[in-house]
T-cell receptor, first 114, second 116 residues
Framework: AQSVSQHNHHVILSEAASLELGCNYS??????LFWYVQYPGQHLQLLLK??????LVKGIKGFEAEFIKSKFSFNLRKPSVQWSDTAEYFC????????????FGTGTRLQVFP | DADVTQTPRNRITKTGKRIMLECSQT?????MYWYRQDPGLGLRLIYY???????NKGEISDGYSVSRQAQAKFSLSLESAIPNQTALYFC???????????????FGPGTRLLVL
């Protein structure tokens, strides 16, 4: 069965630190990949997505993610975090030609301190 | 995002009660979804619907039912609520992309449900 792993459950950083959140998926075929963010008390919002083409995807608020097919990974990065990036981050995969469902990872809680 | 609304936003109920959570969208999307979010488990799909006549079970449909009253409305019911259904419930809609699996999902604000 398809699955998504986010190994970092809780990350604590100071402002201006660099961020990388891991995401690995288990599926050998074509995948579509997403990162969603959930700010405290809010609903999930799309941060970025990869369907095809350039494996380095740029999203909103300075975030980017790199799809590495050989590693089954889609890690999220930001060079310099801000306090306002404090949120929970979810990686999601939509795999296969006729699959309509998103499989979510368990999420990574990011806390950024001033 | 006001395009997808959920009511109520918070609800406390007792074990055994029937409860309905409602979702409405003004995005004009055909596809709608219900998820539940639990700490440490991420989001899990309960039911989804591709149009008014289409209802599909998701990963954890037991104990839940849904109704797609119109393109814009998708309701989730707990027939007899139990404490382990305490969770945050999200409705989502999606726009068709190039092919079924390229959809982007848009989420409502969530309904926080507590079953005593």
């Amino acid at each position: 069965a398809q699955s998504v792993s986010q190994h970092n459950h809780h990350v604590i950083l100071s402002e201006a630190a660099s961020l990388e959140l891991g995401c690995n998926y288990s599926y050998g075929g074509t995948v579509n990949l997403f990162w969603y963010v959930q700010y405290p008390g809010q609903h999930l919002q799309l941060l970025l997505k990869y369907f095809s083409g350039d494996p380095l995807v740029k999203g909103i608020k300075g975030f980017e993610a790199e799809f590495i097919k050989s590693k089954f990974s889609f890690n999220l990065r930001k060079p310099s975090v801000q306090w306002s990036d404090t949120a929970e981050y979810f990686c999601a995969v939509n795999a296969g030609r006729n699959t309509d469902k998103l499989i979510f990872g368990t999420g990574t809680r990011l806390q950024v301190f001033p | 995002d006001a395009d997808v609304t959920q009511t109520p936003r918070n609800r406390i109920t007792k074990t055994g009660k029937r409860i309905m959570l409602e979702c409405s969208q003004t995005k004009g999307h055909d596809r709608m979804y219900w998820y539940r979010q639990d700490p440490g488990l991420g989001l899990r799909l309960i039911y989804y619907s591709f149009d008014v006549k289409d209802i599909n079970k998701g990963e954890i449909s037991d104990g839940y039912s849904v109704s797609r009253q119109a393109q814009a409305k998708f309701s989730l019911s707990l027939e007899s609520a139990i404490p382990n259904q305490t969770a945050l419930y999200f409705c989502a809609t999606s726009e068709p992309g190039r092919g079924v699996s390229q959809e982007t999902q848009y989420f409502g604000p969530g309904t926080r449900l507590l079953v005593l």
